[in-house]
C-alpha cells in the first residue's frame, strides 16, 4: 500500500514560519512521479497550493508563489513545503499527494485530483 504521512503543522502567528514533511513509502519509481501540495480551509474547497512535475520543476499557487517553497529528496522519498511569511489566509489543513503519471507543466489545480494523498497536517496562522 501507498502511504503518505505529512508532519510540521501548527500554529504560527502571522510572518512566521513552518516547514511541512510528507514521507512516501509503498511507492516505488520515487524520482519519476508528480508531488505536490494542497490545502483545504474549513469551509472551502480545496486549493492546490504547489507541485512537482515528473521532472522536478515546481508550480505555484498565485497566493504562494515567493512564500513557500516546494522540494523533494529523493534519498529519503520525502516532500518538503517551506512556509514563510504565513498569512492568516494560509490556515487549514495540508495535505501531500502523488501520482504515478508521467507529467510536465502541472499546474497547482492539479495536485488536489493526485491518485494518493496523505491525512494532512493543521496550519493555523493567528
Known amino acids: 500500500d501507498v502511504q503518505l504521512v505529512e508532519s510540521g503543522g501548527g500554529s504560527v502567528q502571522a510572518g512566521g514560519s513552518l516547514t511541512l514533511s510528507c514521507t512516501v513509502s509503498?511507492?516505488?519509481?520515487?524520482?519519476?512521479?508528480?508531488m505536490g501540495w494542497f490545502r483545504q480551509a474549513a469551509g472551502k474547497e480545496r486549493e492546490g497550493v504547489a507541485g512537482?512535475?515528473?521532472?522536478?520543476?515546481?508550480t505555484y499557487a498565485d497566493s504562494v508563489r515567493g512564500r513557500f517553497t516546494i522540494s523533494q529528496d529523493n534519498d529519503k522519498k520525502t516532500l518538503y513545503l517551506q512556509m514563510n511569511n504565513l498569512q492568516p489566509e494560509d490556515t487549514g489543513v495540508y495535505y501531500c499527494?502523488?501520482?504515478?503519471?508521467?507529467?510536465?507543466?502541472?499546474?497547482?489545480?492539479?495536485?488536489?485530483?493526485?491518485?494518493?494523498r496523505g491525512q494532512g497536517t493543521q496550519v493555523t496562522v493567528s
Open positions: 512537482l512535475d515528473s521532472d522536478s520543476s515546481p
Open positions: 499527494a502523488i501520482d504515478g503519471r508521467y507529467m510536465k507543466d502541472i499546474q497547482p489545480q492539479d495536485v488536489p485530483r493526485f491518485a494518493y
Open positions: 509503498g511507492y516505488t519509481l520515487f524520482s519519476t512521479y508528480c
